[in-house]
């Protein structure tokens, strides 16, 4: 003869196979889930690499866009999806900024250069638990975007005054004038040129 099962067993069956399949389901969720900030950062690179700079400066921006959005989650949110990635909003700043210099657009792009040296100054790295090839990497990214700028500003004298980094002209017919504080011995160089 076949027992019955009581209602409080059947409770437990039933209950343990609901939370089985919503586990399930969140797994499923998160083995599918896509990070938006480096999709967006890969189709910049893509639209750069092919010539399509309005479509680059979109994707660099929304990729930065969503490094912003996450340092607003809330703890559960934290826990749940990986921390938004620092260097690579560095990086997708650093793309939009070539990619505006490229669209003929020198203002925006001094902005997005400096927007990238302040995610990623190269001194930042110092107290973290990074390897020396990690480390050399950051500083060797923040090293270019800052000669970028600095070539912006050689380029272009009068978006390097508007910054204020420009030398005013003298008026006596001796060249420019030194701005206080300009020393030629603490100027930087011209950077390493195979690495641009």
Same mark, same amino acid.
């Given at each position: *003869?076949?027992?019955?099962?009581?209602?409080?067993?059947?409770?437990?069956?039933?209950? +343990?196979?609901?939370? !089985?399949?919503?586990?399930?389901?969140?797994?499923?969720?998160?083995?599918?889930?896509? &990070?938006?900030? %480096?999709?967006?950062?890969?189709?910049?690179?893509?639209? %750069?690499?092919?010539?399509? *700079?309005?479509?680059?400066?979109?994707?660099? &921006?929304?990729?930065? !866009?969503?490094?912003?959005?996450?340092?607003? %989650? +809330?703890?559960?949110?934290?826990?749940?999806?990986?921390?938004?990635?620092?260097?690579?909003?560095?990086?997708?700043?650093?793309?939009?900024?070539?990619?505006?210099?490229?669209?003929?657009?020198?203002?925006?792009?001094?902005?997005?250069?400096?927007?990238?040296?302040?995610?990623?100054?190269?001194?930042?790295?110092?107290?973290?638990?990074?390897?020396?090839?990690?480390?050399?990497?950051?500083?060797?990214?923040? *090293?270019?975007?800052?000669? &970028?700028?600095?070539?912006?500003?050689?380029?272009?004298?009068?978006?390097?005054?508007?910054? !204020?980094?420009?030398?005013?002209? &003298?008026?006596?017919?001796?060249?420019? +004038?030194?701005?206080?504080?300009?020393?030629?011995?603490?100027?930087?160089?011209? !950077?390493?040129?195979?690495?641009?």
């Amino acid at each position: *003869m076949l027992k019955n099962k009581s209602l409080a067993q059947r409770l437990v069956v039933t209950s +343990t196979a609901v939370v !089985g399949a919503i586990i399930f389901s969140i797994g499923l969720y998160f083995y599918q889930w896509k &990070d938006a900030q %480096y999709a967006l950062y890969n189709q910049g690179i893509t639209a %750069y690499r092919a010539n399509k *700079m309005q479509e680059a400066i979109k994707y660099a &921006d929304q990729s930065v !866009g969503v490094y912003k959005a996450r340092q607003s %989650y +809330t703890w559960l949110e934290r826990f749940a999806y990986p921390k938004p990635d620092k260097e690579l909003a560095a990086q997708a700043a650093f793309l939009k900024g070539k990619a505006l210099l490229r669209a003929n657009q020198p203002a925006a792009a001094v902005q997005s250069f400096k927007e990238s040296l302040e995610l990623n100054s190269g001194n930042l790295y110092l107290g973290r638990q990074l390897t020396e090839a990690e480390f050399h990497q950051y500083y060797e990214a923040a *090293m270019v975007t800052k000669y &970028d700028l600095e070539l912006v500003f050689k380029n272009n004298p009068p978006q390097a005054q508007k910054q !204020g980094k420009g030398k005013p002209e &003298d008026k006596s017919g001796n060249g420019t +004038t030194p701005l206080p504080g300009e020393d030629p011995s603490t100027q930087p160089g011209k !950077g390493r040129r195979n690495t641009i």
